[in-house]
């Protein structure tokens, strides 16, 4: 009876140990998805020649050209939360107005969505190689936008380096059944998966990031596209937290501006939640891998 006694208590800390360093393997992957993600949006602002402000400036004449603004910055920044908190600095300093600042977050909500459909190719292997690359690059390259390539190249890698970690990290919980429940209570109310985007977004401050780990998951066979769905509604209301702190003490435009970005995303999701069961049969049609399910939704 003391023996098994025993051997119960080195069987529960052996448990405690390995989910101490599974989660602390995963964080240390994200820490390392979020500076691979900010690495590649410098590395290609230095090869831009940091025109990313002056491209808002100039190319916002017309709605469809501030949608393309958001786009194309935000694909490059991979970030729509610093784009939009770019969008009320502008129209606090009154280079911006509301309605040209509405287009580019429209614009950025699309460009944030590139980093996902990236992780979906599963380019993990060639994480490495990419940063060996870089690493080349960065110690011959003399110009600055062969330094900016540099930059993205060793970013690009860390980013599936990061994700890499993460996903191998994170998959015993296919088989551990408190986050197996969590996730069925996710798929059958939907508003608990978005509360948990909300909240985990705004941890994380990157509705990419996040996004990112649910792909990864879902190549792993953690979770489906019924439960990630509503995570990433909650994601792209989360993201909006960092524009609405940035907007604390603008002017009534540019806290209007970050206002919108939180109810263009928030009226987004009360649209979609009536019909989310049809919108994710649509989607899953979309692909048969569930990782690009995940991007595509």
Do not use: W
């Not at 939360?81 to 909500?109: D, H, P, R, W, Y």
């Not at 792909?215 to 792209?236: F, H, W, Y």
């Amino acid at each position: 009876m003391v023996v098994s006694l025993e051997l119960s208590a080195v069987d529960v800390s052996e448990v405690g140990l390995l989910n101490v360093e599974m989660i602390l393997t995963a964080f240390g992957g994200v820490g390392l998805f979020l500076y691979g993600m900010g690495k590649m949006g410098e590395g290609l602002q230095k090869a831009a020649g940091d025109k990313m402000r002056r491209i808002l400036e100039v190319l916002t004449v017309n709605p469809l050209a501030s949608v393309t603004a958001g786009v194309v910055v935000t694909a490059v920044i991979q970030s729509s939360a610093a784009t939009t908190v770019m969008c009320v600095s502008f129209v606090n300093a009154g280079l911006m107005k509301l309605e040209q600042a509405i287009g580019v977050i429209m614009g950025a909500n699309i460009g944030t969505t590139i980093t996902a459909q990236l992780v979906a190719f599963n380019l993990e292997r060639i994480a490495l190689p990419a940063i060996a690359i870089g690493m080349v690059f960065m110690l011959l390259g003399r110009k600055r936008s062969v330094k900016g390539f540099a930059d993205f190249l060793v970013g690009f890698g860390m980013l599936f380096l990061g994700i890499t970690i993460v996903g191998n990290a994170l998959e015993p919980l296919k088989h551990y059944e408190p986050f197996l429940n969590l996730m069925l209570l996710g798929e059958k109310h939907p508003l608990i998966g978005i509360l948990v985007g909300i909240v985990a977004t705004v941890i994380l401050q990157s509705s990419s990031a996040l996004t990112g780990l649910l792909v990864t998951m879902a190549s792993r066979g953690i979770v489906t596209l019924s439960a990630a769905v509503p995570i990433l509604l909650g994601s792209n209301i989360g993201t909006t937290s960092t524009a609405l702190i940035s907007s604390i003490g603008t002017s009534l435009t540019a806290r209007r501006t970050a206002m919108a970005h939180f109810l263009f995303n928030v009226v987004g999701t009360l649209i979609l939640l009536p019909i989310l069961h049809p919108f994710e049969s649509v989607i899953a049609m979309s692909s048969v891998e569930a990782s690009r399910q995940i991007a595509n939704a």
